[in-house]
T-cell receptor, first 115, second 112 residues
């Protein structure tokens, strides 16, 4: 049973560029959440996708956008990259959005470095 | 504003002894709490959860205690093993939303 997969593993970009990160959820999961984890910090919620729609969003600017495909996989796009966007980007999958008694399964993350 | 806090960045414990990791939260709407374990170069792995209708949940060597009046939860690991050495994050959510708020993590080292 494949877990959550993310690509690429590492990425180096220049300020002002745009980046796309990809995530495939765990088999049987239909909900994808994205998190940003800066060095020495806990993961911070960016947004969550369910049924191809953004269901909830954290405190991140519009430069951060996403998409979910019919097969439940998801992309995170960041435009106009800033040095402060350098972080580990984690994708987490789960089943459904009703209630709160679900556990999220995380992928290994994509390490983004902005120079 | 950090709504979930883990005030101990690191903890060292002898193998076989108890490890106690603490977490405090400020939002009284939080009613579901989780602990995650993270090894280097891996994503966080779900460990154990507790809802606000309980004050204790056990799973093998891991027990989570919730004190709602103090807005405090703790993770007990007994007995601690060297393989438990990792960073532990607590996370909280409100049933009215789907967003999880994470603490900054506690790095546990279990000394053989």
């Amino acid at each position: 049973d494949a877990g959550v997969t993310q690509s690429p593993t590492h990425l180096i970009k220049t300020r002002g560029q745009q980046v796309t990160l990809r995530c495939s959820p765990k088999s049987g999961h239909d909900t994808v959440s994205w998190y940003q984890q800066a060095l020495g910090q806990g993961p911070q919620f960016i947004f969550q996708y369910y049924e191809e729609e953004e269901r909830q969003r954290g405190n991140f600017p519009d430069r951060f956008s996403g998409h979910q495909f019919p097969n439940y996989s998801s992309e995170l796009n960041v435009n106009a990259l800033l040095l402060g966007d350098s972080a580990l980007y984690l994708c987490a999958s789960s089943f459904g959005v009703s209630g709160y008694t679900y556990e999220q399964y995380f992928g290994p993350g994509t390490r983004l470095t902005v120079t | 504003d950090q709504q979930v806090k883990q005030n101990s960045p690191s903890l060292s414990v002898q193998e076989g002894r108890i490890s106690i990791l603490n977490c405090d939260y400020t939002n009284s709407m939080f009613d579901y709490f989780l602990w995650y374990k993270k090894y280097p170069a891996e994503g966080p792995t779900f460990l154990i959860s507790i809802s606000s209708i309980k004050d204790k949940n056990e799973d093998g060597r891991f027990t989570v205690f919730l004190n709602k009046s103090a807005k405090h939860l703790s993770l007990h690991i007994v007995p601690s093993q060297p393989g438990d050495s990792a960073v532990y994050f607590c996370a909280a959510s409100a049933s009215t939303g789907n967003q999880f708020y994470f603490g900054t993590g506690t790095s546990l080292t279990v000394i053989p």
